[in-house]
């Protein structure tokens, strides 16, 4: 139902831009948020953006990140900027719909200093 792509290997300062892909089922309905889950650690939001397009962004994600959505394509974006090694992590998109949560497969982002 999702489908999450772009991950790769980036250098420190550089930028990467996700793409979640969601089946038009469950798109738009509630908000589509990125998770990340760095080696070691907990699963963590990163930014949501609500089906009326209003943006939310974790401390760590404030003034790097952009998370943005298309209906046309019924995908969602996060742009992610001035990339750190912090950020190196699994990165997932994940909906819920009547109660069902629905993730992505989850896509790789490497940041090497």
């Known amino acids: 139902q999702l489908q999450a792509s772009g991950g790769g290997l980036a250098q420190a300062g550089g930028s990467l831009r996700l793409s979640c892909a969601a089946s038009g089922s469950i798109f738009g309905i509630n908000a589509i948020g990125w998770h990340r889950q760095g080696p070691g650690k907990q699963r963590e939001l990163v930014a949501a953006?609500?089906?009326?397009?209003?943006?939310n962004y974790a401390d760590a994600a404030k003034g790097r990140f952009t998370i943005s959505s298309d209906y046309a394509k019924n995908t969602v974006y996060l742009q992610m900027n001035s990339l750190k090694p912090e950020d190196s992590a699994v990165y997932y998109c994940?909906?819920?719909?009547?109660?069902?949560?629905?993730w992505g497969q989850g896509t790789l982002v490497t940041v090497s200093s």
């Open positions: 994940k909906t819920e719909v009547w109660g069902i949560d629905y």
């Open positions: 953006i609500t089906s009326g397009g209003s943006p």
